[in-house]
């Protein structure tokens, strides 16, 4: 077995592990009502689908990081034996699902001495640099290996070292025997689902699971995006954000060359996470609501006439969206690093069944978005709101905000952003945000929000948005949120009163938001790395108003981090 060293002391890790400092999100307990009024069908579906999402977290902890599995094996030896700070430790390596993460003060967390997060995290070979990465590529691709190096800038594999080149090897070969297990769970969780369609996406994807072939995927992932009235909730989640290696390919000047010259497409690789659910059909309901408007919002995009995009302007909106009470949420979906998301757009728009006629699914996480300490958010507002504008704060007012973000992502340029390399994924969530402000004017007008509800979703938007602490360009969710209070204050839309609370100018809100969305949009359609980085950097800046806000946060909320508790998924595991 390999040894570590554990990095926190006893004392820190009993802070961190304090439920002061360690937030948590519960999932549906094991008496839930939506879970006894499934069908006894669905109920065992769910036990199924359960098994395979947890067997999906362990493929993503490898593709997280190489060591994690031993790591995980050592801290149980280490419990088995009575050692305390394992223990402790332990609960932190659940919480974030690996050894290395990030907290909500940026402070980056490695539970193991000598053990660093790298930038390819564990695609890539650990010793690899990107230096020689780049280096390594330049030589393949002048040696005439095109395909091979098609294949290392892909989404989908797992690379090593071949002598003196890097062999790409698609994650179900890789992972082979744990895909065919989980394969094997979606078939029997289809043998007694009760809805045809959902049983069909099972089947789908199980295929996929068995099989090294994109297209399977994008079957699958079609199938998925037109499920609507489904009991049931399984999701494998794809998405690129954390791959700093292949994203690095672009800001080699001679290396973007040559994949320009063999129309070599780069795309970051994907994490893999599994969510577990069972739909909930009155919030289901109230998301749909907003789908007869999404040609609308297309049709206002800026620059809209010069790209395509998912959603178009002219016919019924390729978007599904379901409101979902989580049983186990795993692997990359469920790690809580600083944070965790409350809903998801996919597939996003490097997968391929968006190619074949497929469109695009919203799923919303109600256990997570709960708000279960009314008093520490009054607390919050009390410090860094004006007393006056406290009329106009709603919790639930987030979730709507929410689910305008979600649904930007279907708009706006759907091709070329990838040139925008390790600033895409930050610029992405910009437009998202922006979006979800720029329009509520329009959706006012045509009765969607009232008046009232739209002054909510500002102020909330403003209140919720500074941070504790700047975070690090990898962070492209806090990025964002940096960049959006230096434009809002330069703007005029924010102001902090003399006693040092936001002040939310709300005439200006929307008008500033479509100000940034169209800056964020024209970025996004000319694809040019270096006008993208200029446009993050220029903005990125944390301002004396952060730095005050940060200051007042950091004394009543002692948060660093948060974790998941899933006592039905864990009933289910056992049986």
Not at 211 to 223: E, H, T
Not at 402 to 414: F, K, M
Request: net charge negative; aromatic share 8%.
């Amino acid at each position: 077995m390999e040894t570590f060293e554990l990095n926190y002391s006893l004392d820190e890790l009993k802070k961190r592990t304090h439920k002061d400092y360690l937030a948590t999100k519960k999932m549906l307990a094991v008496d839930a009502p939506e879970y006894l009024n499934l069908a006894d069908g669905d109920k065992e579906a769910l036990k199924n689908l359960v098994k395979g999402a947890y067997i999906i977290e362990k493929i993503n902890m490898q593709l997280d990081n190489r060591k994690n599995l031993a790591f995980k094996a050592f801290l149980e030896d280490e419990i088995s034996k009575g050692n305390e700070q394992a223990v402790l430790t332990n609960i932190l390596f659940e919480a974030q699902i690996g050894m290395c993460a990030i907290d909500r003060e940026s402070t980056k967390i490695s539970l193991a001495k000598g053990v660093d997060e790298l930038p390819g995290k564990g695609l890539f070979p650990e010793d690899l640099s990107k230096e020689e990465f780049h280096q390594i590529l330049i030589k393949m691709l002048n040696s005439g290996k095109i395909e091979q190096v098609r294949k290392i800038l892909n989404q989908r594999s797992v690379i090593e070292r071949n002598g003196e080149e890097l062999e790409a090897i698609d994650y179900i070969d890789y992972f082979k025997e744990d895909f065919l297990k989980i394969a094997e769970y979606l078939e029997k969780a289809s043998e007694t689902s009760t809805n045809s369609d959902f049983n069909e996406y099972l089947k789908l994807q199980a295929e996929a699971f068995r099989v090294a072939d994109p297209m399977l995927d994008a079957y699958a992932d079609k199938k998925w995006a037109e499920l609507q009235d489904t009991p049931l909730e399984f999701t494998v989640t794809r998405e690129n954000y954390s791959d700093e290696m292949t994203e690095s390919v672009i800001e080699n000047e001679e290396l973007k060359a040559l994949l320009e010259k063999h129309d070599i497409q780069v795309i970051s690789k994907d994490f893999l996470g599994g969510r577990v659910g069972i739909v909930n059909k009155a919030g289901t309901d109230a998301l749909l609501k907003i789908k007869d408007y999404l040609p609308l919002l297309a049709s206002c995009m800026p620059y809209n006439d010069e790209y395509e995009q998912n959603i178009s302007k002219n016919s019924d909106a390729k978007q599904t969206m379901v409101d979902v009470d989580l049983v186990a949420v795993t692997g990359d979906v469920g790690a809580y690093r600083a944070g965790i998301t409350l809903a998801e757009n996919l597939p996003n728009d490097d997968k391929l069944s968006l190619t074949i006629g497929g469109g695009r699914r919203n799923v919303y996480h109600r256990q997570i978005r709960f708000i279960s300490d009314k008093e520490k958010l009054q607390k919050r507002l009390d410090t860094v709101l004006d007393k006056e504008q406290h009329q106009y704060y709603l919790d639930e007012a987030d979730h709507w905000f929410t689910i305008g973000h979600e649904n930007t992502h279907s708009l706006g340029p759907n091709k070329g952003t990838e040139a925008l390399g390790k600033y895409k994924s930050i610029i992405e969530e910009n437009k998202a945000d922006m979006g979800a402000l720029a329009f509520l004017d329009v959706l006012e007008e045509k009765g969607m929000y009232t008046h009232e509800q739209v002054l909510q979703m500002l102020v909330s938007f403003a209140a919720d948005n500074f941070l504790k602490s700047k975070p690090t360009l990898s962070q492209a969710h806090r990025v964002r949120s940096v960049m959006q209070n230096k434009y809002f204050i330069e703007n005029g839309a924010i102001e902090l009163t003399e006693d040092g609370k936001i002040h939310v100018n709300i005439d200006k809100m929307i008008p500033t938001a479509k100000k940034m969305l169209a800056e964020i949009v024209r970025i996004q359609i000319d694809g040019d790395f270096a006008k993208g980085e200029k446009y993050v950097l220029d903005n990125f800046i944390w301002t004396d108003e952060m730095e005050t806000l940060s200051q007042k946060l950091k004394e009543i909320d002692k948060n660093l981090n948060g974790r998941t508790e899933s006592p039905l998924a864990k009933l289910l595991l056992e049986n």
